[in-house]
């Protein structure tokens, strides 16, 4: 919280006439007690106004909305208050002496009042809790993302202290990168405070003091505090002790996210297969249970009660696969997920098309609604349904899959670039040259393209290039190197930017951006290069053994989607024809049998329906697991047309 935010939230200057009033009505809440936890908890949510200022807020916003519910409710009940005295009046003298009873003498606005009062009473109080949660929520989004980012900063301060700069200048330059997330806004409080009083140690103390990482930022900073005194050898040495330290924090806490996904994939197993056999539980016992057979009235009309069972049944599946995918893509390491941003222009989502699978899906969106709407004249609605979700989803996640080769191929690239690049620097030849001389001779396979780009940008020297209000050029068609409003920036840091743009894995931005920063302080050219040699084995390293652990539970998924299709076809093929035939001998058996219980045409296609529901959630599950939601498509898609190729080619359908 800034020092401007801190006094508006004292005092009720520097705000809005709106707000001030409102510190005017409420601020004296924040003195209970109820919201000491709160006040506790703020300062590490990051937001910018004064604690009171906010719970002024929350309070104003309870009264809205009690007032809102009040008004709702009293309008709702008065609409439906004959209905109400005519229940009650039912009640009263189906029970005489009972608490209904005397419920219908009381006048039925009382009741209405009553209801309605106690309504938005219960609002209010649910308002101010949810802004409380809301508090508790926003600092435990803000440390878990500094525990992700953490590392990645300390690793940059590690490669920093190799050069001249102290620890305040450091501090700055680790806090102006956008790489490290909520660690690197943590670090730009640091700073700004260190400004603000000239002390670097009363900027890390209250730094420690306000951050919502009592565990690990917090240690890390009075450390770094501690240790900044003792002289620069001090400091370097402890940053690289904690590098290491903060390494092995990350394996052990991969390794028991391995441990909770093998039990969340055996689990997975389990509720998928129930489904299904709870779906041919109810089949059989309609025979024997013609209760089930019982219509219940719906919003869509009166439906029998096994029918509601069996799409029931498909509704928690499709659940069960969305939660299962979204748990698995939480567990992934934050460092190891895909993103891909389409492009701002409708010709340059054209042209990305076969490489950019966000590109991918904003074209082939349209294509599979209207290949859907034109199934509906030919197939059951549900099948439309899937032959839209097929035609969306396997161009989608092929085009994903296709993209994830090329940038494994590209990190599988980048340890041979680092360690040819590293040596050529040892030879005391500058970081251009080294790059110019790696791009001409070593073959980096699907990385030249971009290792060539980064050579010629970085050949180019600020006086060689144009600025926007005149000056010299070189001929060029990479993209220039100064900003639009004629400013010229770092070319090394610029062309190192575009090199990590261009590459777009997560690897190369973990990597590429030590250089950029190293450099620019001052580093020995040498050290960086023997720290980044060192961080991108292991990266790719710990790549690699995720990319293979997380392959067992896309098998879980196709495994556990063919499994339900074995089930579902041999009881299609043994079972369902049988109780048929057992259910017309309901006239001349001595049982009490349910006739026409069992038709196999309509079974068979309940069967169905919920298989195609494993089908997407098994696809889901599995997808997530191998690379991300693009392949999670891919999956799905196939295990779909697989299905109906099963389903189709045995006659079930």
Same mark, same amino acid.
């Given at each position: 919280?800034?020092?401007?935010?801190?006094?508006a939230?004292?005092?009720?200057h520097?705000?809005?006439?709106?707000d001030?009033g409102?510190?005017a009505?409420?601020?004296?809440?924040a003195?209970e007690?109820?919201?000491?936890?709160?006040? +506790?908890?703020?300062?590490?949510?990051?937001?910018r106004?004064?604690?009171?200022?906010y719970?002024?807020?929350?309070?104003?916003?309870?009264?809205?909305?009690?007032l809102?519910v009040?008004?709702?409710?009293?309008v709702?009940?008065?609409?439906l208050?004959?209905?109400?005295?005519?229940?009650?009046?039912?009640?009263?003298?189906?029970?005489?002496?009972?608490?209904?009873?005397?419920?219908?003498?009381v006048?039925?606005?009382?009741?209405?009042?009553?209801?309605?009062?106690?309504a938005?009473?219960?609002a209010k109080?649910?308002?101010?809790?949810?802004?409380?949660l809301?508090?508790r929520?926003?600092?435990?989004?803000?440390?878990?993302?500094?525990?992700?980012?953490?590392?990645?900063?300390v690793?940059y301060?590690?490669?920093?202290?190799?050069?001249?700069?102290?620890?305040?200048t450091?501090?700055? +330059?680790?806090?102006?990168?956008d790489?490290?997330g909520e660690?690197?806004?943590a670090?730009?409080?640091v700073?700004?405070t260190?400004?603000?009083?000239?002390?670097?140690?009363?900027g890390?103390?209250r730094?420690?003091?306000?951050?919502?990482?009592?565990?690990?930022?917090?240690?890390?900073?009075?450390?770094?505090?501690?240790?900044?005194g003792?002289?620069?050898?001090?400091?370097?040495?402890?940053?690289?002790?904690?590098?290491?330290?903060?390494?092995?924090?990350?394996?052990?806490?991969? +390794?028991?996210a391995?441990?909770?996904?093998e039990?969340?994939?055996?689990l997975f197993?389990?509720?998928?297969v129930?489904?299904?056999?709870?779906?041919?539980?109810?089949?059989?016992?309609s025979v024997?249970?013609p209760?089930l057979?019982?219509?219940?009235?719906t919003?869509?009309?009166a439906?029998?009660?096994r029918?509601?069972?069996?799409?029931?049944?498909?509704?928690?599946v499709?659940?069960?696969g969305?939660?299962?995918?979204?748990?698995?893509?939480?567990?992934?390491?934050?460092?190891?997920?895909?993103?891909?941003?389409?492009?701002?222009?409708?010709?340059?989502?054209?042209?990305?098309?076969?490489?950019?699978p966000?590109?991918t899906?904003?074209?082939a969106?349209?294509?599979a609604?209207l290949?859907?709407?034109?199934?509906?004249?030919?197939?059951?609605?549900v099948?439309a349904v899937?032959?839209?979700?097929?035609a969306?989803?396997?161009?989608v996640?092929?085009?994903?899959v296709?993209?994830a +080769?090329?940038?494994?191929?590209?990190?599988?690239?980048?340890k041979?670039?680092?360690?040819?690049v590293?040596?050529?620097v040892?030879?005391g030849?500058?970081?251009a040259?080294?790059?110019?001389a790696?791009?001409?001779?070593?073959?980096?396979?699907?990385?030249?393209?971009?290792?060539s780009?980064?050579?010629?940008?970085l050949?180019?020297?600020?006086?060689?290039?144009?600025?926007a209000?005149?000056?010299?050029?070189?001929a060029?068609?990479?993209t220039?190197?100064?900003?639009?409003?004629g400013?010229?920036?770092?070319l090394?840091?610029?062309?190192?930017?575009?090199?990590v743009e261009?590459?777009?894995?997560?690897?190369?931005?973990?990597?590429?951006?030590?250089v950029?920063?190293?450099?620019?302080?001052?580093?020995?050219a040498?050290?960086v290069?023997e720290?980044?040699?060192?961080?991108?084995?292991?990266?790719?390293?710990e790549?690699?053994a995720l990319r293979?652990?997380?392959?067992v539970?896309a098998v879980v998924g196709?495994?556990t989607?063919?499994?339900?299709?074995?089930?579902?076809?041999a009881?299609?093929t043994?079972?369902?024809?049988?109780?048929a035939?057992l259910?017309?001998?309901?006239?001349?058996?001595g049982?009490?049998?349910e006739?026409?219980?069992?038709?196999?045409?309509r079974?068979r296609?309940?069967f169905?329906?919920?298989t195609?529901?494993?089908?997407l959630?098994?696809?889901?599950?599995?997808?997530?697991a191998?690379r991300?939601?693009y392949?999670?498509?891919?999956?799905?898609?196939?295990l779909?047309?697989?299905?109906?190729?099963?389903?189709?080619?045995?006659?079930?359908?």
């Open positions: 919280m800034s020092e401007r935010g801190a006094a939230g004292r005092d009720g520097g705000l809005s006439l709106l001030r409102l510190y009505l409420f601020a004296g809440h003195d007690r109820r919201h000491a936890i709160d006040r +506790k908890r703020y300062p590490g949510t990051g937001l106004t004064g604690f009171d200022v719970l002024a807020r929350a309070y104003a916003a309870s009264w809205v909305v009690c809102l009040l008004t709702g409710t009293l709702l009940l008065s609409a208050s004959p209905a109400i005295e005519a229940g009650l009046s039912h009640l009263s003298t189906s029970s005489a002496g009972d608490v209904t009873g005397v419920l219908a003498d006048p039925i606005l009382w009741i209405v009042s009553g209801v309605a009062g106690v938005g009473v219960t109080r649910l308002t101010i809790r949810l802004s409380g809301y508090l929520w926003l600092a435990a989004a803000r440390r878990a993302d500094i525990e992700r980012t953490l590392p990645g900063a690793r301060l590690n490669a920093l202290a190799a050069g001249t700069d102290d620890a305040r450091m501090v700055a +330059k680790a806090a102006a990168s790489a490290y660690t690197g806004v670090l730009r409080k700073s700004n260190t400004r603000l009083t000239g002390s670097l140690d009363e890390l103390r730094g420690a003091r306000e951050t919502p990482s009592r565990d690990l930022l917090a240690p890390f900073l009075l450390k770094f505090r501690e240790h900044a003792q002289g620069e050898d001090a400091l370097a040495d402890y940053l690289r002790m904690e590098s290491r330290m903060l390494r092995y924090r990350q394996d052990r806490a991969r +390794k028991r391995e441990g909770y996904l039990l969340l994939s055996e197993i389990v509720v998928l129930l489904p299904a056999l709870l779906v041919i539980v109810v089949t059989v016992m024997l249970a209760g057979s019982r219509l219940v009235d919003p869509f009309g439906v029998e009660t029918t509601l069972v069996v799409y029931g049944a498909a509704g928690f499709l659940a069960v969305i939660a299962g995918a979204v748990t698995v893509e939480t567990i992934r390491p934050a460092d190891q997920r895909l993103t891909y941003r389409r492009p701002g222009t409708p010709a340059a989502v054209l042209r990305s098309v076969m490489r950019n966000a590109s899906a904003s074209v969106l349209l294509p609604l290949l859907g709407a034109a199934a509906t004249t030919a197939l059951h609605p099948n899937l032959a839209a979700y097929v969306f989803a396997i161009p996640g092929g085009v994903a296709r993209r +080769k090329l940038d494994d191929a590209k990190d599988r690239e980048m041979d670039f680092v360690h040819a590293s040596g050529h040892s030879l030849r500058p970081f040259e080294a790059v110019e790696v791009a001409t001779e070593v073959d980096l396979g699907a990385l030249n393209e971009d290792v780009d980064l050579a010629f940008n050949s180019l020297t600020t006086a060689g290039v144009r600025r209000d005149g000056g010299s050029t070189v060029s068609t990479a220039p190197l100064f900003e639009s409003d400013h010229e920036v770092d090394r840091t610029a062309a190192l930017d575009r090199f261009r590459v777009g894995t997560p690897l190369a931005k973990q990597t590429v951006g030590l950029t920063g190293a450099l620019n302080a001052g580093s020995d040498d050290t290069f720290t980044l040699q060192t961080e991108v084995g292991q990266l790719y390293h790549k690699r293979s652990a997380m392959l539970y196709w495994t989607a063919l499994l339900i299709i074995g089930i579902i076809v009881v299609n043994q079972v369902i024809e049988g109780f035939q259910s017309e001998l309901s006239g001349t058996s049982f009490a049998l006739p026409n219980a069992v038709q196999p045409e079974e296609f309940r169905y329906v919920v195609q529901a494993t089908m959630a098994s696809g889901w599950f599995a997808g997530v191998s991300g939601p392949e999670a498509l891919l999956h799905s898609g196939l779909v047309v697989c299905c109906y190729a099963i389903f189709a080619g045995g006659g079930m359908i």
